[in-house]
């Protein structure tokens, strides 16, 4: 006859914050894995966790069970395929509720607003509000590109440490959209500290020809976002940078209270 235990049991045990312990230490443990790259070994995750090795390797058989990781045939674990579903969704319910702020860089520079993520090694749009001009820039929500001919992806990686930086431009490559996008590793980490000392990104010219992008990243962001202008380089000129720049990042503080609100923990 079975008998009732007092004990509880790792995957049952409240958390300091009042969470189930076990889920906490899962979502933990895959936030490490995409901060590694996506794919990491057990002893890897202990290192890093600080959890003992049985208990990473029980919430990995779990997560595996679950489709959420999978193990490569050298024995590494690597983020698996149901997360993209989750991600894709996520991304579009932060673009649209993203809309509203965009909405306003849009009355307030007259220019096409833009919210962009950084996911692995590219660029994502999520979300996009055009300019009310005749002659107005157009980014296809969804769009990939690569960081290094991007406002955004300046904004972004400016916060990236170097060597960090070298090894993402090792795997992406450096192609020329124009022949003013930065080609070398040396001259985008020379942009990237202009970006930290300005405190905003500039593309000029160097996703396509005749066009200027204006971007800022959203601080303290649950994950790396940016928000961008961007104009016929007529329009965006020099002068209008300062303009546009303040507002820019106004309203990237104000998306970034909101989502801290949003997530309080």
Not at 186 to 210: C, H, K, T
Not at 246 to 255: D, N, R, T
Request: proline share 6%.
């Amino acid at each position: 006859m079975p008998t009732s235990s007092a004990s509880t049991t790792d995957s049952a045990k409240p958390s300091a914050g009042g969470g189930v312990q076990s889920l906490e230490r899962a979502f933990d443990l895959l936030e490490r894995m995409a901060d590694a790259g996506g794919e990491v070994g057990l002893s890897e995750l202990s290192a890093t966790s600080g959890l003992p090795l049985p208990t990473i390797h029980r919430l990995m058989r779990t997560l595996v069970a679950c489709g959420y990781v999978r193990q490569q045939p050298n024995r590494r674990y690597a983020l698996g395929p149901r997360l993209i579903r989750l991600g894709e969704s996520a991304s579009r319910l932060l673009g649209t509720w993203a809309r509203p702020y965009l909405a306003r860089l849009v009355e307030e520079t007259g220019e096409t607003a833009n919210m962009a993520l950084l996911d692995g090694d590219e660029i994502v749009y999520v979300a996009q509000v055009p300019s009310k001009h005749s002659m107005r820039m157009f980014t296809e929500v969804g769009r990939r590109v690569l960081p290094h001919s991007t406002g955004v992806g300046k904004a972004l990686l400016a916060s990236v440490p170097d060597d960090e930086v070298r090894a993402l431009l090792a795997r992406t490559g450096m192609p020329a959209a124009t022949e003013k996008t930065i080609t070398t590793p040396d001259g985008f980490l020379q942009a990237l500290a202009e970006v930290r000392r300005a405190g905003y990104a500039v593309d000029d010219n160097e996703q396509e020809i005749g066009v200027r992008c204006l971007a800022v990243s959203v601080p303290d962001s649950p994950t790396a976002a940016a928000v961008s202008i961007s104009g016929p380089a007529g329009r965006v000129t020099e002068a209008a940078t300062e303009r546009i720049v303040p507002v820019l990042q106004g309203i990237a503080a104000e998306l970034s209270a909101a989502l801290v609100s949003q997530n309080p923990g």
